[in-house]
């Protein structure tokens, strides 16, 4: 059974990036997308982006100029960047399997942004 | 708003059963697979329904999922105050190229 975990910093300055670390266990990250997907408190999710393990990524459009995602395969993790942040980034921010079907999600890790 | 639409409440009694409708366009729903996931108070997204209308191991044969031109739809029968909760479906946009979702249905068990 394939279980991730979100891990980083919970509050971030505004103007800073917000970096996010997600840590695959019970299985390979190769041969897999993965995604990072966020929820503003009492909001709908909204779809960060995606990256295969060869590297490949797509963004969302909306987010596209600010958000970086890269993987680590020796470590099973992939990492999530955003850069220039404001409060409108304030969210619970998961990590989950899949590129358009996410079938395994991490448990989401709330992410501040404030002064 | 959302490109995806979706009631934001529908209700029902125990033992009945409910419709969660999602409706986009061509770009969407329309010429893509659609999911459907459930969350639980305080809990991240769980997967119920994938390619319209497959159902992973272990989600019981309650949940079903049908689509018909730009519209989804979500069924759930024999409810049970367990099923309450929020709602999303989720399909790709080919016009956008982004993964959309819709702004969630909050199930009430009544």
């Known amino acids: 059974q394939v279980q991730l975990q979100e891990s980083g910093p919970g509050l971030v300055k505004p103007s800073e990036t917000l970096s996010l670390t997600c840590t695959v266990s019970?299985?390979?990250?190769?041969?897999?997308?993965w995604s990072w997907i966020r929820q503003p408190p009492g909001k709908a999710l909204e779809w960060i982006g995606y990256i295969y393990y060869s590297g490949t990524t797509k963004y969302n459009p909306s987010l596209k100029s600010r958000v970086t995602i890269t993987v680590d395969t020796s470590k099973n993790q992939f990492t999530l960047n955003l850069r220039s942040v404001t409060a409108a980034d304030t969210a619970v921010y998961y990590c989950?399997?899949?590129?358009?079907?996410?079938?395994?999600w991490g448990q989401g890790t709330l992410a501040t942004v404030s002064s | 708003q959302s490109v995806l639409t979706q009631p934001p409440s529908v209700s029902a009694a125990p033992g009945q059963k409910v419709s969660i409708s999602c409706s986009g366009s061509?770009?969407?729903?329309?010429?893509?697979?659609v999911s459907w996931y459930q969350q639980l108070p305080g809990t991240a997204p769980k997967l119920l329904i994938y390619?319209?209308?497959k159902r992973p191991s272990g989600i019981p044969d309650r949940f079903s999922g049908s689509k018909s031109g730009t519209s989804a739809t979500l069924g759930i029968t024999g409810l049970q105050t367990g099923d309450e909760a929020d709602y999303y479906c989720?399909?790709?946009?080919?016009?956008?190229?982004?993964?959309?979702f819709g702004g969630g249905t909050k199930l009430t068990v009544l």
């Open positions: 019970g299985g390979s990250i190769s041969n897999y997308y």
């Open positions: 061509s770009s969407n729903i329309g010429n893509n697979y």
């Open positions: 989720g399909t790709w946009d080919s016009s956008l190229s982004a993964l959309l």
């Open positions: 390619d319209d209308n």
């Open positions: 989950a399997k899949g590129s358009y079907t996410e079938d395994y």
